[in-house]
């Protein structure tokens, strides 16, 4: 029978009867860099891949370009209107006051249109959260060319490992919650911060923390939620419901999520202090979840999960409850999520159980990349600007870069487990085991 040359995809144009195929290996000129070729097509396919996928990237940060000079220059209609309006007046202009006091203490206009609270402001009027969180991401945008390079501050005190961190943008506070059952309260308005006190009242650990507005909501080994005030620090509530240990909480004004080792997702009322919905994953193992578009996605594995909150509200929650949810309708991505779950604008990066970090597509709902790097479980993420953090069971944070995925950074120093991260102030805090939480400069 007549046969081709086994290297006839590399180009090879050999043909003869198979008897004969042995003696021209000896003298086909593809046979001693074999290897090398298909080293080469095969970086060939990957090129193209990669290729195809900046390509994608690129037309959404278009369209984001596009969007932010729409809404530049609608804020700058209204900065004149109103410069205007107070030079009639005889009054110094908002936007004179702006330049005079500084993004620090007045705030600027956040996604979607929304104005931040300034730090004296009251943080439970107007739209809620998003105020807050919009803050939080014109914070982040002034450090896109930080770099975390140098462990300057460690903070210690806790008796047990810390596994979640909480911050309060207002207030300049951070909240750290620990398997000592306790959580500690820390002023971060200085460079070496101080405890201001210690909040008690769990019987377990706390292995998650969330802050929004006046309210800081805890979750424990204890399967149960505590709210507590921010400003007195007095605890407020205490919610049951949850069989299994609470290992992520998320707050959207009057609404807390939370979800629980017990293969649960509960939605509760904080005002009327009861749990509104109950949604089962069905999975092995703990689930986190982030907030994009009014949908609630969990990802586990090589599988994604949503649910359509408008949906949820509608079947579960009372009209007043309807009309609260409804002022998220502009919410895109100023949730970023919890337990391994993190969105950045409309991608969502969540940790997976073979050491890496994944990228979603939430269009396709499938998996667009991977990032490896780490040697072990990846327990946090966080971003800052354009970099993408990520904390491991390997003791060691690594910096990304958002475009490319390559790793920029490794920061060591920690030595147990990283549990959480946290950027604040243009400053990272990392909580680990180790009981201590190390400040990054």
């Not at 990237?57 to 205007?84: D, H, P, T, W, Y």
């Not at 936007?95 to 402001?121: K, Q, V, Y």
């Not at 354009?386 to 690594?398: G, N, P, Q």
Request: hydrophobic share 40%; with cysteine.
């Amino acid at each position: 029978a007549v046969v081709s040359c086994v290297h006839l995809g590399l180009g090879c144009s050999f043909r003869g009867p198979r008897f004969g195929m042995k003696d021209h290996l000896v003298i086909c000129p593809f046979e001693p860099v074999k290897e090398v070729v298909r080293g080469y097509l095969k970086e060939n396919v990957s090129l193209k891949k990669a290729l195809e996928t900046q390509e994608e990237e690129i037309a959404v940060l278009r369209f984001k370009i596009q969007n932010m000079e729409i809404a530049a220059e609608k804020a700058s209609k209204k900065a004149g209107g109103a410069a205007s309006g107070a030079a009639k007046n005889g009054g110094e202009s908002p936007a004179s006051r702006f330049d005079l006091l500084g993004t620090s203490e007045l705030g600027s206009l956040g996604p979607a249109g929304h104005a931040s609270i300034p730090e004296g402001g009251d943080p439970s009027a107007g739209a809620g959260l998003v105020e807050v969180d919009a803050l939080m991401e014109v914070e982040q945008q002034k450090i896109i060319k930080w770099m975390p390079n140098t462990n300057t501050v460690t903070l210690e005190g806790h008796t047990d490992g810390v596994m979640a961190l909480g911050h309060s943008v207002e207030h300049k506070k951070m909240f750290s919650g620990s398997m000592d059952r306790t959580v500690r309260v820390w002023d971060i308005s200085m460079h070496d911060p101080l405890c201001d006190g210690e909040l008690k009242g769990h019987r377990g650990g706390v292995t998650s923390i969330a802050v929004g507005g006046h309210r800081l909501v805890t979750g424990s080994v204890d399967a149960t939620l505590r709210v507590w005030d921010v400003a007195t620090l007095k605890e407020q509530a205490k919610f049951q419901g949850h069989v299994g240990m609470v290992h992520g909480l998320m707050l959207l004004n009057d609404m807390c999520f939370s979800v629980s080792q017990d293969k649960s997702i509960k939605i509760w009322d904080l005002r009327l202090r009861q749990c509104v919905t109950t949604m089962e994953t069905k999975s092995r193992g703990c689930y986190g979840f982030a907030i994009h578009e009014l949908k609630l996605l969990s990802a586990s594995g090589s599988k994604i999960v949503t649910w359509d909150l408008r949906m949820l509200a509608a079947s579960t929650m009372n009209e007043q409850q309807r009309l609260e949810f409804g002022r998220y309708d502009t919410l895109t991505g100023n949730c970023a999520g919890t337990y391994g779950h993190q969105m950045v604008g409309d991608r969502l990066y969540t940790s997976a159980v073979d050491n890496s970090v994944r990228l979603w597509d939430l269009r396709s709902l499938q998996e667009k990349s991977k990032i490896v790097g780490h040697s072990d479980f990846v327990r946090a993420l966080a971003c800052a600007g354009e970099r993408l953090l990520t904390a491991s069971d390997d003791k060691t944070i690594r910096v990304w870069d958002l475009e490319f995925h390559d790793c920029q950074k490794v920061l060591k120093g920690h030595t147990s487990y990283i549990n959480a991260l946290l950027v604040a102030r243009a400053r990272l805090y990392s909580a680990s085991m180790d009981k201590t939480i190390r400040i990054w400069e």
